[in-house]
């Protein structure tokens, strides 16, 4: 038997061990497994190559609890250790002692990325132990060992007959200050968490599978039951699959193992598999999103090597597509040592730049694969896209291959299409192209109305970020604006070179704005005399586009930049000069009948506009039903 010290120069090895690396203390079940997978699966590359003349046959963990012996084990059919090994691997790990092995690990991504390792992985053990065994024997003719260590630098060392097959089992004797990871329920959620895609299976207990009756059986025949390893992972999960070999069930299948509480089926998926300049693989999902920016739950996961990682994906995965759902697996992503948290690297940009390429590209082969399918799809896909556009300049860029444009019509244009569409009637005077658009269309009913009369188009754009977005086309398509067509009335949003005739002299239009600016005494409505047509609505309220697209871009986390603070509620009041309205309100001679004449018509096209509220609104019926009865 050998005894010894880990190293004279570690006895704070532990203690920083479970402080410092690993503060999550649950992830020691992460590292143990990884180390047992880790083993079986160099025992079968080196079968494969005929370096270890053994038979591979089907190797399988298993993780047991004792509760009476307060004993977790691991148990691998893999490529076991030598003395000499166990040694080398366990025994030397902090040879450099505790200040230069942190120094080391801590920092360094090429190191940190290396699962099976016996050490730093194996020493996470000690989080939770108080004495930590190792029965290992090597697929070479060589003894069988068992080393002990109870958390000191102290450990043993010895041959042993205990063990016979190949393998390697660690034994935690667990802790009383760690006696929840002897529950059966606590191991099977860690082992769901982590493992459930180990590309080895895991053994966690039984279970009673019913065997099926012959077709000849009774009618009263009872099944009979046995009982049967139960796996509690997926060695095989479909982003390690070839796309050509899964079908579309195979996705739905395993995006509802991914989300088990999920029961709307995913749109559509994103494989991703490259493996230059870097490995990575992953499958992506688009749910129905509608305008729904939540992005808390079921979350995108990260694999190292089918170990899950983490559901913090940020820097990975661009900003845009976290409202996705999925997996990615990269054995070139750069954590910490604890795998806790992503360092900074060059190859994160290069992955995320990817993710965004081949996203991009998905779409637009999608439009063209089937548009009316995308079409009915947009609007749950579409808060997606239209955020790649306002926050990612190379996504943007390929944007306008599937990005589509609805109208209040449902009509879906692309934006080529669009500018075909409306270039000829909807360029003003100033040969600048307006696209109309709507974000309510039934709010915004009237304004529509008026528009389509012209034979205007009129996009329906009703996303929470679409003032984002519209500004981001504004400063990067030429000669193009945006007006939501209640802005303003129709004739001033696309102005044209046409005769204006006017029934009021300039003379009586000073009077009837006085009139009007007298009447309602509101400081947040701007009176503006048109001359429109006289089957024009008399009365029209319009937001102006600049302050209203500021509102909406504070709302949603932009357009605080100018230092404003909350923007105040402003009004334009369109008065038509050459509605009847205009003519008699400039007629009627008594005061307050010609004001109680125009706060009625304001109250009127408060109403269309939903701006006629509380008090107001009451006020406003109780007048109506006194006209009614004169």
């Known amino acids: 038997m050998t005894k010894g010290n880990i190293n004279v120069s570690v006895e704070n090895i532990f203690p920083l061990i479970k402080k410092f690396l690993y503060s999550d203390h649950e992830i020691f079940?992460?590292?143990?497994?990884?180390?047992?997978?880790?083993?079986?699966?160099?025992?079968?590359?080196?079968?494969?190559?005929?370096?270890?003349?053994?038979?591979?046959?089907?190797?399988?963990?298993?993780?047991?609890?004792?509760?009476?012996?307060?004993?977790?084990?691991?148990?691998?059919?893999?490529?076991?250790?030598?003395?000499?090994?166990?040694?080398?691997?366990?025994?030397?790990?902090?040879?450099s002692g505790a200040e230069e092995f942190l120094e080391k690990y801590k920092d360094t991504a090429k190191d940190s990325g290396i699962i099976g390792h016996f050490g730093l992985g194996f020493y996470s053990a000690f989080m939770v132990a108080e004495k930590v065994e190792i029965l290992t024997k090597s697929y070479k003719d060589e003894p069988?060992?068992?080393?002990?260590?109870?958390?000191?630098?102290?450990?043993?060392?010895?041959?042993?007959?205990?063990?016979?097959?190949?393998?390697?089992?660690?034994?935690?004797?667990?802790?009383?200050?760690?006696?929840?990871?002897?529950?059966?329920?606590?191991?099977?959620?860690?082992?769901?968490?982590?493992?459930?895609?180990?590309?080895?299976?895991?053994?966690?207990?039984?279970?009673?599978?019913?065997?099926?009756?012959?077709?000849?059986?009774?009618?009263?025949a009872v099944a009979e039951t046995e009982e049967v390893d139960n796996i509690i992972n997926n060695p095989t999960p479909a982003w390690t699959i070839a796309p050509s070999d899964l079908t579309n069930e195979d996705y739905m299948k395993f995006y509802h193992e991914l989300y088990p509480m999920q029961f709307e089926e995913p749109l559509f998926h994103i494989h991703l598999n490259v493996d230059y300049p870097f490995n990575l693989t992953g499958v992506l999902f688009f749910p129905k999103l509608s305008n729904n920016l939540n992005i808390d739950k079921d979350k995108i996961q990260l694999y190292q090597n089918q170990v899950f990682v983490t559901d913090e994906v940020k820097g990975i995965v661009p900003d845009f597509l976290m409202l996705l759902r999925g997996v990615?697996?990269?054995?070139?992503?750069?954590?910490?040592?604890?795998?806790?948290?992503?360092?900074?690297?060059?190859?994160?940009?290069?992955?995320?730049?990817?993710?965004?390429?081949?996203?991009?590209?998905?779409?637009?082969?999608?439009?063209?694969?089937?548009?009316?399918?995308?079409?009915?799809?947009?609007?749950?896909?579409?808060?997606?896209?239209?955020?790649?556009?306002?926050?990612?300049?190379?996504?943007?860029?390929?944007?306008?291959?599937?990005?589509?444009?609805?109208?209040?019509?449902?009509?879906?244009?692309?934006?080529?299409?669009?500018?075909?569409?409306?270039?000829?009637?909807?360029?003003?005077?100033?040969?600048?192209?307006?696209?109309?658009y709507a974000t309510n269309a039934d709010e915004q009913h009237s304004y529509i109305q008026s528009a389509k009369d012209k034979g205007y188009e009129v996009l329906l754009l009703d996303s929470p970020i679409i003032s984002h977005v519209i500004q981001k086309l504004e400063t990067t398509k030429e000669n193009i604006s945006f007006a939501r067509v209640d802005a303003d009335h129709i004739n001033s949003l696309i102005k044209k070179d046409e005769p204006v005739i006017s029934k009021l002299n300039e003379t009586e239009k000073e009077s009837l704005k006085k009139n009007v600016e007298e009447a309602i005494k509101d400081s947040k409505f701007t009176v503006q005399l048109e001359d429109l047509d006289s089957n024009d609505a008399p009365f029209t309220i319009t937001q102006p586009e600049f302050m209203r697209r500021m509102k909406e871009m504070q709302a949603t986390g932009g357009g605080g930049m100018f230092g404003m603070g909350g923007f105040p509620e402003m009004y334009n009041l369109v008065v038509n000069s050459n509605s009847e309205l205009s003519n008699q309100i400039l007629k009627t001679e008594n005061a307050e009948e010609k004001e109680n004449l125009i706060k009625y018509a304001l109250d009127l096209a408060k109403l269309s506009q939903?701006?006629?509220?509380?008090?107001?609104l009451t006020d406003f019926i109780q007048r109506s039903y006194k006209q009614l009865e004169k």
């Open 144 to 220: 069988a060992v068992r080393w002990i260590c109870d958390g000191s630098p102290e450990f043993t060392l010895e041959e042993t007959t205990d063990k016979t097959d190949r393998g390697t089992e660690i034994i935690l004797h667990i802790a009383e200050d760690s006696v929840e990871f002897l529950e059966e329920g606590k191991i099977r959620e860690l082992l769901l968490k982590y493992n459930k895609f180990m590309p080895v299976p895991i053994k966690f207990g039984t279970k009673t599978h019913t065997l099926p009756l012959p077709e000849d059986a009774p009618e009263d």
């Open 328 to 436: 990615i697996d990269s054995p070139d992503i750069p954590l910490n040592v604890s795998r806790s948290y992503l360092q900074a690297d060059g190859a994160v940009k290069k992955i995320s730049s990817y993710i965004t390429k081949k996203v991009a590209d998905k779409m637009a082969s999608l439009i063209n694969e089937n548009r009316e399918d995308y079409e009915q799809k947009w609007n749950d896909i579409k808060v997606v896209i239209e955020y790649g556009i306002v926050t990612e300049e190379k996504f943007a860029e390929k944007a306008d291959k599937f990005t589509l444009y609805p109208t209040t019509d449902g009509k879906f244009f692309l934006w080529n299409e669009l500018v075909d569409k409306i270039k000829p009637n909807q360029t003003d005077k100033d040969n600048k192209l307006v696209v109309l």
């Open 29 to 95: 079940l992460r590292e143990l497994i990884s180390n047992a997978t880790d083993a079986t699966l160099k025992l079968k590359h080196l079968t494969s190559i005929g370096e270890a003349k053994v038979e591979y046959g089907n190797p399988k963990l298993e993780v047991k609890i004792d509760k009476e012996q307060k004993t977790l084990r691991i148990i691998d059919q893999g490529i076991g250790m030598t003395g000499e090994e166990v040694e080398k691997y366990i025994n030397q790990v902090a040879f």
């Open 610 to 616: 939903n701006l006629l509220k509380g008090k107001d």
